[in-house]
């Protein structure tokens, strides 16, 4: 590629492919799938998917969603500059492939489109995403110093961008809820071991995360019962609507946990925790997969 490009356009070509990463590109995707996925399978019953697909406000509300959590990573990164100094100093990229200004310029005008779009469908979404950013801006800047509250807050989020699609249609199902609550115990889990994964970074900047306040081996323990705790939606999911499809990847995804249990008990470094963390991941990423099968 460098024989057909110049120093400038080679230039260019890698801050837009550091941006991308900046903004997380392959969660956005994620998490549009995961907002039309449920449109069509879970809040839209007794409709076809072109009446669905062909409602504009559905995809203004996918790629608004997607600006405003774009900008939710910018910030997020801007104010883990120093830490990631420590923990991953070769993958830095605000202050190194991309300005400082630049990176929150692009913030403020993420939210500012993601609002107006917001402002459009509706004062419920307007309402929703207001909120949201405010919570994604205060949790880089304060909470996600905090132990346990940081934690929360992050899961929290991570699962706000899947509501608001509950929000545009005001609609909500039981299946639903232990659905997400599942869901939402794996983002938490994750979060935990992210914060392991972190912690040398966290001890030097001050961060009072939950493994820097209870250390390695207690936060083990933690991740442990709050892997014992997703019996809890399976089990609820079977006692009130028995074998239902959800049910395959329920099991599959309790079985993965075990494996990751097992993973866990043996890390101690930095890649150790990161093979846990990309293993939740693929979790969350196949019950993205199975909405349709709630």
């Known amino acids: 590629m460098g024989e057909y490009l110049n120093k400038k356009q080679r230039t260019v070509l890698i801050k837009f492919l550091a941006y991308l990463g900046l903004v997380r590109w392959q969660n956005l995707g994620i998490i549009a799938l995961a ?17 669905i697909l062909s409602n504009p406000g559905l995809h203004f509300l996918v790629l608004s969603s997607s600006i405003i959590i774009a900008g939710g990573y910018l910030i997020n990164a801007f104010y883990d500059i120093e830490k990631d100094l420590v923990n991953r100093p070769k993958k830095l990229i605000i202050g190194r492939i991309i300005s400082k200004t630049f990176a929150l310029n692009t913030y403020l005008l993420f939210n500012f489109i993601g609002l107006a779009i917001g402002f459009f469908l ?24 905090m132990p346990f509250i940081g934690n929360l807050t992050a899961t929290f ?9 509950c929000v ?7 299946a639903l809820i232990l659905y997400v609550i599942f869901l939402v115990l794996a983002e938490l889990i994750r979060e935990i071991v992210k914060d392991m994964e972190a ?6 900047f001050g961060y009072t995360t939950i493994s820097v306040v209870l250390g ?4 083990k323990n933690l991740i442990y019962a709050l892997m014992a705790l997703g019996i809890l939606p399976i089990y609820l999911v079977y006692h009130f609507q028995g074998w239902v499809p959800i049910m395959y990847f329920l099991l599959l995804a309790f079985f993965l946990w075990m494996i990751a249990a ?16 990309t293993l939740l991941k693929v979790i969350i990423v196949l ?3 199975s909405i349709g099968l709630v």
């Open 35 to 51: 907002q039309y996925l449920a449109a069509l399978f879970l809040l839209n019953k007794g409709k076809t998917w072109i009446e």
């Open 122 to 145: 509706g004062w419920k979404v307007f309402l929703f995403y207001g909120v949201f950013t405010f919570l994604l801006w205060f949790y880089s800047h304060k909470l996600k110093k």
């Open 157 to 165: 989020l991570s699962v706000c961008s899947f509501f608001v699609v």
């Open 168 to 174: 545009y249609y005001w609609q909500l199902s039981w």
């Open 199 to 204: 912690i040398k970074g966290d001890i030097v």
């Open 216 to 219: 390695i081996r207690k936060t």
């Open 262 to 277: 097992i993973m866990l008990a043996y890390s101690k470094e930095r890649k150790d925790f990161a093979a846990v963390n």
């Open 287 to 289: 019950g993205v997969l």
